[in-house]
T-cell receptor, first 114, second 115 residues
Framework: AQKVTQAQTEISVVEKEDVTLDCVYE???????LFWYKQPPSGELVFLIR??????QNEISGRYSWNFQKSTSSFNFTITASQVVDSAVYFC???????????FGTGTRLTVIP | DAGVIQSPRHEVTEMGQEVTLRCKPI?????LFWYRQTMMRGLELLIY????????DSGMPEDRFSAKMPNASFSTLKIQPSEPRDSAVYFC?????????????FGPGTRLTVL
């Protein structure tokens, strides 16, 4: 069974602070894929990143970075120097071998205070 | 290129009425997904299609729900009869490969309210 846990329900930070969103997953598959999506107040779901289980290399994209650690089954997301536009709900998701449906976590609502 | 298109964006109906939600996937994508988002249950997959064929409909809550994909560029999700507990945001998403590697691109969603 696939499961994604985002223990942080809500986080508030002051603008320019760094913030890390946690994601822990469970799967029995040896090959799997992890994703992060952003849902801004407008409601759409925006793809941010995909990572496969064979690639533990961390990734940085501008102010965003992702830390994938198989040893702890975690795929955490850090926003550096947060901005008000980062305010959104962020979802971590998992897809297993041979299936392309996504299992979503419950999301973390991030509020960046100006 | 246009993204995933969903219509209507908002739907308000009365209990017992039939509701049809529509989705046009991104051109060239061969997988299509219907999700439902509620406060209580979060985002949950209802059904998905590969090459217009339903692959997994285990998430469809009841026989009142049905989905079709008559061609590669159109899908519908129908609820008949609708109930207040069906109120939610329904998302359609598409992706370009059959396996789990490629990301899904989501439409803007249809906010359904059943009175």
């Amino acid at each position: 069974a696939q499961k994604v846990t985002q223990a942080q329900t809500e986080i508030s930070v002051v603008e320019k602070e760094d913030v890390t969103l946690d994601c822990v997953y469970e799967t029995r598959d040896t090959t799997y894929y992890l994703f992060w999506y952003k849902q801004p107040p407008s409601g759409e779901l925006v793809f941010l990143i995909r990572r496969n289980s064979f690639d533990e290399q961390n990734e940085i994209s501008g102010r965003y970075s992702w830390n994938f650690q198989k040893s702890t089954s975690s795929f955490n997301f850090t926003i550096t120097a947060s901005q008000v536009v980062d305010s959104a709900v962020y979802f971590c998701a998992l897809s297993g071998t041979g299936a392309n449906n996504l299992f979503f976590g419950t999301g973390t609502r991030l509020t960046v205070i100006p | 290129d246009a993204g995933v298109i969903q219509s209507p964006r908002h739907e308000v109906t009365e209990m017992g009425q039939e509701v049809t939600l529509r989705c046009k996937p991104i051109s060239g994508h061969n997988s299509l997904f219907w999700y439902r988002q509620t406060m209580m249950r979060g985002l949950e997959l209802l059904i998905y299609f590969n090459n217009n064929v339903p692959i997994d409909d285990s998430g469809m809550p009841e026989d009142r729900f049905s989905a079709k994909m008559p061609n590669a560029s159109f899908s519908t999700l129908k609820i008949q009869p609708s109930e207040p507990r069906d109120s939610a945001v329904y998302f359609c998403a598409s992706s370009s490969r059959r396996d789990s590697y490629n990301e899904q691109f989501f439409g803007p969603g249809t906010r359904l309210t059943v009175l």
